[in-house]
């Protein structure tokens, strides 16, 4: 059996987790592969808005198995928190949730490391999330992260080596620390790996590759966008991990020949938050339209997103990176009212044209080149078959799909788990 991949094409918050929730009945497992609680993952059902943050989006359909990878980086207290709000809402989430015992902890001084880099940058801040994502990677690479296996054996030690280390480094960089503040914060991390220690910690490469040989079916989650990996994304203007496809097989320990479809999820328009280039950036009127209509507001910080128009340059790019073999294409009904929707073609650099994203993303430099469609001038929101779509949406999806060269699956045409249309083509395991 194949492990199927859902990540996201853009800068993140493609709705990642809505899909996720609408394909979980067709797998028997669910593993989020990378990232940390920087992701905010929002569902919708029932009436019901739920946002997930290191819980992968398979916990809420029956009967599924889910797995935090080792590539995801973990909070605890965070953890802690969101899995207990689970829990009073009624999943049984110890029996459906198992954590991977390599996943890296973040501890509460990287938290405050995350702080002191990003103020040490400046003006050339990266506008993070705060949650100590990137120095908990960064000592995931340079080999002194603590794992969530180490907790298990001798941890008080290794923590206190840790702390130390990071404590000198932030007193090198200038940073106050008030350790009142940070005692308080270990004694809540320290009782949040006692709750963790209630779940299944697991040998979880083992346990999937195991599952697959069984002939269960996976759902790889992933967190962020192909925009934000530290590889391949607008660097240094990313997230620590590789959310890119091979993301998932050094995140779960699956091997390439295993991974099957790739669903790549973008938006009928484009979004990034925090700093970095954004060549269709609208700061007009279009883009608060933009933003108004589709909530664009961070799930996580609540920042505002910076909205713009669907950068077709970029998506093949990001196609090409991840080997995407469906696409799926979100909040198309943000654009039910507008006359004419633009799409950038290629970007002209220096009096040329190019469809490639090139190395440097220089929005000064980049003049993005549009096409212009009709509108469809309909609300879409309550459609759920294919063949009632408005004929100039029909024409835009179309034109995607020459464009990008990629099928077009899904449309997600509102924020609840029932907006959702599935086409004839979509090439996806029945539902159990
Ligand atoms: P993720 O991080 O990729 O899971 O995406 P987020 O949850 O951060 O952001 C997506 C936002 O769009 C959430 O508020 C969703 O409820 C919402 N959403 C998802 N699909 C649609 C859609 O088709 N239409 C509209 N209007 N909203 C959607
Ligand atoms: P989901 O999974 C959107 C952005 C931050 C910042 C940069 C680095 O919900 O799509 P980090 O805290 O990771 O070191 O921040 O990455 N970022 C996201 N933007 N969606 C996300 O996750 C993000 N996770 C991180 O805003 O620009
Ligand atoms: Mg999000």
Redo the contacts with the bound molecule.
Sequence with gaps: MKADVLL?LQW?????????DVLTPRYDVVARFQGGPN??????FEGK?Y??RSIP?GVFQNGNLNVIGSGVVLDPVLFAEEAKALEASGVNLKEVLKIAKKAHLILPTHRLLDAANESAKGKAKIGTTGKGIGPTYTDKISRNGLRLGDTLNDFESRYKVARERHLGMLKSMGAEVDMEVLEKNEKAFMDAIDYIKGYEIIDSEHMLNKLLDGGQSILCEG???TLLDVDFGSYPFVTSSNTVCAGACTGLGVAPRRIGEVFG?FKAYCTRVGSGPFPTELFDQTGQTLRD????Y???TGRERRCGWIDLVALRYAIMINGVTQLIM?????LDGFDTIKACVAYEINGEITRDFPYTVDDDQIKPVYAELPGWKTDM?SISDESRLPENFKAYIEFLEHELDTPISIL????DRQ??IVREKAVLPSVK
């Design positions: 996201g993140g918050d493609e709705g990642k987790g809505k899909v996720v992701a905010g993952h929002t569902l919708e808005k946002v997930l989006s967190a962020q966008g999820i209509l589709g909530h664009e961070g799930a996580v979100m909040k198309s009904d943000v929101t997600s045409v509102g924020p907006q959702t």
